[in-house]
């Protein structure tokens, strides 16, 4: 395969799969881990990515993905982390479920729970629910953002603020090095402090090309939250980080 063709194929596989490593590529496409090396870092001064440890991550730069890449990429890691944390929800608890394709996931597990109460502020997450008779739905009504059925504004936080959580299932854009949740719709920052602030405990679910992502918008950090639920060994420095913090990780691997 031409190096340009390579590097189009490269820059695709990070789209759909978030983070990808030197090794995995080198393997996929039968070339020496250096050529590799050399592809990534062109892609990187161009700012289609940004190198980390070992591989790289679809660049921050680009602002966030639209909902339907987002939806496709990882689907299987998505899966595993929403079967994880969905079974740490009892029955009967009270949960916030906040937007994303990853807590969307969670969504679709928790169809064979009983005697929830679920308030939401994504409409996609509301009609998943909808298929369990047994789950109270509250919407947290507010702006409707098109592009992933979001609700945001001041009725969404007017809303959260009416309850106190069981839990909280929230996702984010990216968490950087210092272990902060990041988004880059400012709306949804405010949403989600709230969201944390009134619950019990607060599961945040994100996989690995949420890792080292960065955004303008700071929610709070990984020390404010109770467990993580990703698909992937987090990288370098990070996993030190966060059992400083108290925060536990739950990797849920394949």
């Known amino acids: 395969m031409l190096g340009k063709n390579r590097k189009s194929e490269i820059l695709h596989i990070a789209q759909i ?8 590529l080198a393997r996929r496409f039968g070339v020496a ?16 990515l940004e190198r980390v440890h070992g591989g790289a991550v679809v660049s921050s730069g680009a602002g966030n993905l639209d909902y339907v890449q987002r939806r496709n990429r990882n689907t299987e890691g998505k899966a595993r982390i929403g079967r ?16 994303g394709t990853t807590t969307e996931a969670v969504a679709h597990e928790l169809l064979t ?13 509301a009609n998943i629910l909808a298929a369990n008779p047994d789950i109270e739905i509250v919407v947290a009504g507010g702006s409707l953002r098109r592009t992933d059925g979001g609700l945001l504004g001041n009725l969404t936080t007017q809303v959260v603020d009416l309850f106190k959580f069981d839990h909280s299932i929230i996702s984010c854009a990216g968490i950087d090095a210092d272990l902060d949740l990041l988004d880059f719709d400012f709306q949804e920052v405010r949403a989600t402090k709230s ?15 949420k890792m080292l992502r960065s955004a303008p918008g700071r929610i709070g950090n990984l020390a404010d939250t ?3 639920f990703t698909d992937a060994t987090l990288p370098d420095g990070m996993m030190q980080k966060a059992r400083a913090l108290g925060t536990s990780i739950n990797v849920v691997q394949p």
């Open 195 to 209: 969201i944390i602030r009134q619950s019990k405990s607060t599961f945040v679910v994100a996989d690995s090309s």
């Open 113 to 125: 729970h009983k005697d929830l109460l679920v308030v939401t502020n994504s409409l996609n997450t």
């Open 84 to 99: 994880e944390c969905a079974g740490s929800i009892p029955n009967g608890a009270t949960v916030f479920i906040n937007i």
């Open 33 to 48: 881990e250096q050529t590799i090396r050399r592809d990534l870092a062109q892609l990187s001064d161009t700012g289609q």
């Open 17 to 24: 799969e978030g983070t990808i490593r030197v090794e995995d």
């Open 226 to 228: 109770d467990i993580l």
